[in-house]
């Protein structure tokens, strides 16, 4: 995870944590982490494992994927199409991690829409496909 993903999964912890009206301390506790941990987190100092961001995500009741697209971060093993757009969106420092994650979803829709219509199996094994009448 790279500093600036950390930094957006952290903020977005802290504001899920704030709305929560939970103090640093009491979530840690909550999280069965420490509190300088936790404060590292959200600082966007150190990225959580993904076990610790289980327990994160438990505690605010969310799932860790929530965590993850609110953040405009991509799950660890869900590694991502290499695409400058995403990398610009992703960079951009003015813009939110709500407003990073519909930009993306976007774009990937788009590109989705896009993309060639998968080959047959017939095809893929060189035999002709059926024609229709």
Not at 41 to 61: D, F, H, M, Y
Not at 77 to 84: I, K
């Amino acid at each position: 995870m790279t500093d600036r993903s950390a930094a957006a999964l952290g903020e977005i912890i802290r504001k899920q944590r704030e709305l929560a009206e939970l103090s640093m301390r009491r979530f840690a506790d909550l999280a069965g982490i420490s509190n300088p941990y936790l404060s590292q987190i959200e600082r966007g100092l150190r990225a959580p494992s993904e076990q610790v961001l289980e327990a994160i995500a438990k505690t605010l009741q969310v799932s860790a994927e929530t965590l993850y697209q609110q953040a405009g971060v991509t799950p660890p093993g869900e590694e991502p199409e290499a695409s400058a757009v995403l990398d610009a969106i992703a960079a951009d420092p003015r813009l939110t991690a709500r407003q990073r994650s519909a930009l993306r979803e976007i774009y990937e829709s788009f590109t989705a829409a896009n993309a060639p219509p998968p080959r047959r199996a017939a095809a893929a094994s060189g035999q002709q496909a059926p024609r229709d009448p």
